[in-house]
């Protein structure tokens, strides 16, 4: 009796300490929270997360610079030739006259979706933000915001389908042409760079002083006087870099464009004309090509081409947030 009496508690002890296992993913944060706690390993930590951040990040550019060079260095294509012509013919017999690998159709795609996006989104973007934080701050912050945001979680192919199935069919029966058209790519486009632009333009309207408002107020300035000369232009640096950021974002998306642009590779005389970008022409032939052929380094080096693009957009960001947005 008294030996399964001493055995009891001892039971009970096991079974409470088999509950305090924990999982094992959960076992495994546990150990490295408690090795953090001290400075040395902590420090140890950081410095090797920032390290494979940066290793990560010189490696892609140069894999990439590397492999879109070789068009130039080993193809022994001009640089001219290859950003100021409009002939694609990279699969060309000798016989032929050789292969032709300029991609200013690619660009002027590019470009011209983009610009048309950022022209379209950014305007309702600023009014929307001015709306949210000004306006109605109570029913704005809780529903439209939120709704706005809700945008930026829908896939890009999602977009894309939708624009397949609803504005080419609309542009093509109500407008004119053949649906997919450079006014469908930047429609789409414009829809989803708006929740980069609106999410920037609110945080730079909020961060402004309370006191600034106030002050136009005690001057005798209206609402929409203190909005138009004092709180817009005090958030210019920050507009300004939720529209760079969403140019940025136009110009690198890829699979929504495709589906609706028609991907014609010329040069488009109207909105309605189909178009090709430098993301669509990569995504569509970059699976179909050999490696190390003048077709395949010549789509790497319209991968290069974006990367610089976004390195150009990377600087005009800390640019105009440097000098506070304000030309002088």
Known sequence: METSRTNKPGKRETAAGRANIRPFPFSIIDKLLQLAQSDRTGRSLTAGAAAVAIISTVTIVAFISVKGLSTFVVDGVSIREFLFSTHWFPDRTPEEGGPLVGVMAFIFGSVIISLLAVLCSAPLSVACAVFIVEIAPFWGQRVLQPAIELLAGIPSVVYGYIGLSLLVPFIREHVGGLGFSVLAGFIVLAVMILPTIVSISVDSLRALPAEWKEAAYALGSTRWQAIRIVLIPA????????????????????????????????????????????TSAITMDMGNTPMGSLWNNSLWSMGLLLLIMSCLFILIVRFVVRRGGVLQ
Not at 251 to 256: M, N, P
């Open 235 to 278: 958030a210019r640096s920050g507009l300004l870099t939720g529209i760079v950021l969403g140019l940025a974002r136009a110009f690198g998306e890829a699979l929504a464009v495709q589906m609706v642009i028609g991907n014609t590779r010329k040069i488009p005389s109207s909105i309605l004309d189909p178009v090709i970008t430098l």
